[in-house]
T-cell receptor
């Protein structure tokens, strides 16, 4: 069985500061990895995903995540956050070729002025 | 506009009164899924469907039913709701049933069972 652990439930940070949201997963088989973002009162939308190839993946709004197989991690980073990045961020995994998706508990990012 | 729609968006009901939450997508997606979101637990998968007439249980299927008679629709049925089913529900769809496809989420349905 797969599991996802998001190590921080809340992360407060000042605007323009760097941030890292941590995600660790457990799986005995290969997985696909995702970060989804949920803005207040909205559904989730994809931020970025790792399927194969380069272990560093980037989003269009400056976030990046690195797949680390040995540490079974997929941490999300941004070098300089904006107020508009305030949201809840979910890490998720699916087994390669599988149908089920396992989500982490979420990390609330608060960006303060 | 490509989207996943859910109805109703908000629902307050009483224990035991059957209800259906509808989900529809206009992107011709094969895969659809239902999740519930609870504080501190993230999203948990209830049921998913790989295509018409093909459905399977997720991690928390107890107390729920689904059907997939048409490709675009995937209703969630609570035949006898209980207070522990009070939650925020999301429907999602993706192009195919490969685990690497991006899921597109609806706006959510907030259900309260009294």
């Amino acid at each position: 069985a797969q599991s996802v652990t998001q190590l921080d439930s809340q992360v407060p940070v000042f605007e323009e500061a760097p941030v890292e949201l941590r995600c660790n997963y457990s799986s005995s088989v290969s997985v696909y990895l995702f970060w989804y973002v949920q803005y207040p009162n909205q559904g989730l939308q994809l931020l970025l995903k790792y399927l194969s190839g380069s272990t560093l993946v980037e989003s269009i709004n400056g976030f990046e995540a690195e797949f680390n197989k040995s540490q079974t991690s997929f941490h999300l980073r941004k070098p300089s956050v904006h107020i508009s990045d305030t949201a809840e961020y979910f890490c998720a995994v699916t087994v390669t070729g599988g149908f089920k998706t396992i989500f982490g508990a979420g990390t609330r990012l608060f960006v303060k002025a | 506009e490509a989207q996943v729609t859910q109805n109703p968006r908000y629902l307050i009901t009483v224990t035991g009164k059957k209800l259906t939450v509808t989900c529809s997508q206009n992107m011709n997606h094969e895969y659809m899924s239902w999740y519930r979101q609870d504080p501190g637990l993230g999203l948990r998968q209830i049921y998913y469907s790989m295509n018409v007439e093909v459905t399977d249980k997720g991690d928390v299927p107890e107390g729920y039913k689904v059907s997939r008679k048409e490709k675009r629709n995937f209703p969630l049925i609570l035949e006898s709701p209980s207070p522990n089913q009070t939650s925020l529900y999301f429907c999602a769809s993706s192009v195919g049933a490969d685990g690497g496809d991006t899921q597109y989420f609806g706006p959510g349905t907030r259900l309260t069972v009294l």
